[in-house]
C-alpha cells in the first residue's frame, strides 16, 4: 500500500450517509462521512487533531437511529 493511499476500516450507515473509519497520514485513523457524492464525502470530525490515531482501528461500532457509539482513545 502507498504511504498516501487511505485504508478504509470500518463502515456504517445511518439513514443517507455512510460513516467509516479512514486512515491517513495526514489525520491517523479518523471518521469520514459520505453522501455518495465526490462533494459530500469528507473528513467528519477529528477525534485527535494531527496524525495521531485518534480511534482504534479495532474498535466496535454500533449503531442506534440517528446515533454512531465507539471507542476512541484518550
Given at each position: ?56 482501528s479495532s ?16
Amino acid at each position: 500500500m502507498a504511504k498516501d493511499q487511505p485504508l478504509v476500516q470500518e463502515y456504517s450507515t445511518i439513514k443517507t450517509r455512510m460513516w467509516f473509519l479512514i486512515t491517513t497520514s495526514a489525520h491517523g485513523t479518523e471518521w469520514w462521512k459520505s453522501d455518495g457524492t465526490l462533494s459530500g464525502t469528507g473528513l467528519a470530525f477529528e477525534v485527535t487533531p494531527g496524525t495521531q490515531m485518534g480511534i482504534s482501528s479495532s474498535t466496535h461500532i454500533a449503531t442506534n437511529g440517528d446515533l454512531l457509539f465507539f471507542s476512541a482513545r484518550g
